[in-house]
């Protein structure tokens, strides 16, 4: 029989850096959403969904979210994930896009393991324009709600394999 998890708990899971300092699992870069079509008013609803996004995470208590103007100095580099996470001090990155596609617009993101630099979720929302960026707000939530869920499991995954 699983334990039940309480919600608090995976701020106490830690582990090894690359550095070798210990850092808790429960913390997270937010990158820039992309926006690979180059229109100006995707642009600023790509900043506006990551903003949201920073904003719902941050509400999170046992989540440390990097600040918005640290991940914002790696907008437009060249550098690798891990190295990204080392700098910001994080264990986990949220990297995606948004993109129109006609009448329609795509906001999609991967929640990326630092140490691995390995996705371990992904999730596309798509819908008709007006709609999309009238429920920004849900959807930055409920984009919010998918990543602290799956921080909390793979949190708690390591604690389970020795649990059993």
């Known amino acids: 029989m699983r334990p039940k998890l309480p919600i608090a708990a995976p701020a106490v899971v830690r582990r090894q850096s ?13 990158m820039r959403l992309a926006n690979p079509s180059g229109d100006w008013l995707v642009d600023q609803a790509a900043g506006y969904f990551t903003e949201l996004l920073i904003v719902h995470l941050s509400g999170v208590p046992w989540l440390r979210v990097a600040s ?25 990155i949220v990297q995606g896009s948004v993109l129109e596609l006609g009448s329609q617009i795509q906001v999609a993101f991967s929640l990326v393991d630092a140490g691995s630099d390995s996705s371990f979720v992904s999730r596309t929302y798509t819908g008709q324009t007006p709609t999309i960026l009238r429920m920004r707000s849900a959807i930055a939530k409920s984009m919010a709600d998918d990543i602290t869920t799956a921080l909390q499991q793979a949190s708690w995954t390591p604690l389970l394999a020795h649990a059993s």
């Open 68 to 92: 918005r103007t640290s991940s914002e100095l790696y907008k437009s580099t060249c550098a690798r994930l891990p190295e990204i996470a080392r700098a910001l001090k994080v264990s986990s």
């Open 18 to 30: 690359a550095q070798g300092s210990i850092e808790p699992r429960s913390s997270v870069a937010i």
